[in-house]
């Protein structure tokens, strides 16, 4: 799935539909996320709007138009949100389509895992998606004494309480387990027991590996290409994510695959013992 690098990527590449009018807007009438259809009556009343700007808030991206309406886009586990000519062929699962004159921005997912809704700029916080996500790391930045707080009332393990969409927004699998290696925490350890020192410096490590991973263009592991159809090329540059078996980069253990919470997790046995 999409976690922030990705999708800010797909925000990135997003911004040359700045400005566009949305002439039309066509959806296939299926169920994405839980089943839901697009909202079809709201998203016809976008016919006529501009696109002012494109935002994202943890893993959702919010296309803002004139007036205040927004679109509101999680991309899910195989949701990929494009640019495209109007004369290209449109990939088979396509399921909402708005049309820019010459381009379209086309929205699809095979699995329909994705979300797609339209909601009120200035109140999109009160959305069930929004309502519930913390601080964004990269736009909110990481309050340390705030996420030290967090953690003195977590029993969860620590790969839990980094995935947890409530303290943080925007960190998914790979990086969870990217920044447990870098800050050499034990993804199994009790999130309470971390100490003001390890809180700070597990801090440091997500927003180091977002912001590396943002310079590569994201993960792209199976489905995931930015809004020009490029993959991303951070998959080269992992530490510890998908190398089961392969010598530690810090101390040349071999990197360990367990599963955390139903999640897979990579670690070194020897950096991360604490």
């Keep these: 799935?999409?976690?922030?690098?990705?999708?800010?990527?797909?925000?990135?590449?997003?911004?040359?539909a700045v400005g566009a009018k949305i002439l039309g807007v066509w959806d296939s009438g299926m169920g994405l996320h839980m089943a839901?259809?697009?909202?079809?009556?709201?998203?016809?009343?976008?016919?006529?709007?501009?696109?002012?700007a494109v935002r994202r808030i943890g893993k959702y991206l919010l296309v803002d138009t004139t007036g205040d309406k927004s679109v509101l886009v999680h991309l899910g586990m195989t949701g990929r949100l494009r640019i495209q000519k109007k004369s290209d062929p449109r990939a088979t699962h396509t399921h909402?389509?708005?049309?820019?004159?010459?381009?379209?921005?086309?929205?699809s997912d095979p699995r329909r895992f994705g979300q797609v809704d339209v909601v009120t700029r200035a109140t999109e916080r009160t959305h069930p998606a929004l309502a519930v996500l913390g601080p964004d790391p990269i736009t909110d930045?990481?309050?340390?004494?705030a996420f030290f707080a967090r953690s003195r009332k977590k029993k969860a393990q620590l790969k839990a309480f980094v995935l947890d969409q409530s303290v943080l927004a925007g960190v998914g699998n790979i990086y969870a387990s990217e920044a447990l290696w870098r800050a050499q925490l034990k993804p199994t350890?009790?999130?309470?027991?971390?100490t003001s020192e390890s809180a700070a410096r597990l801090a440091a490590a997500i927003r180091e590996v977002l912001e590396h991973a943002l310079t590569k263009g994201g993960t792209s592991l199976r489905d995931f290409v930015d809004a020009d159809g490029r993959e991303g090329e951070n998959i080269d540059y992992l530490w510890v994510y998908g190398r089961t078996g392969e010598p530690c980069p810090r101390c040349k253990t071999p990197i360990r695959r367990s599963v955390v919470q139903g999640r897979a997790t990579f670690f070194c046995p020897t950096c991360q013992a604490r």
């Excluded at 909402?96 to 929205?107: A, M, N, Q, S, W």
């Excluded at 350890?189 to 971390?194: F, N, T």
């Design 141 to 145: 930045g990481i309050d340390v004494a």
């Design 36 to 52: 839901r259809k697009p909202p079809r009556a709201a998203l016809k009343k976008l016919v006529g709007t501009k696109i002012t």
């Design 96 to 107: 909402v389509v708005f049309d820019l004159g010459t381009r379209e921005l086309r929205f």
């Design 1 to 16: 799935m999409p976690e922030l690098p990705e999708v800010e990527t797909v925000r990135r590449t997003l911004e040359p």
């Design 189 to 194: 350890a009790r999130a309470y027991r971390l």
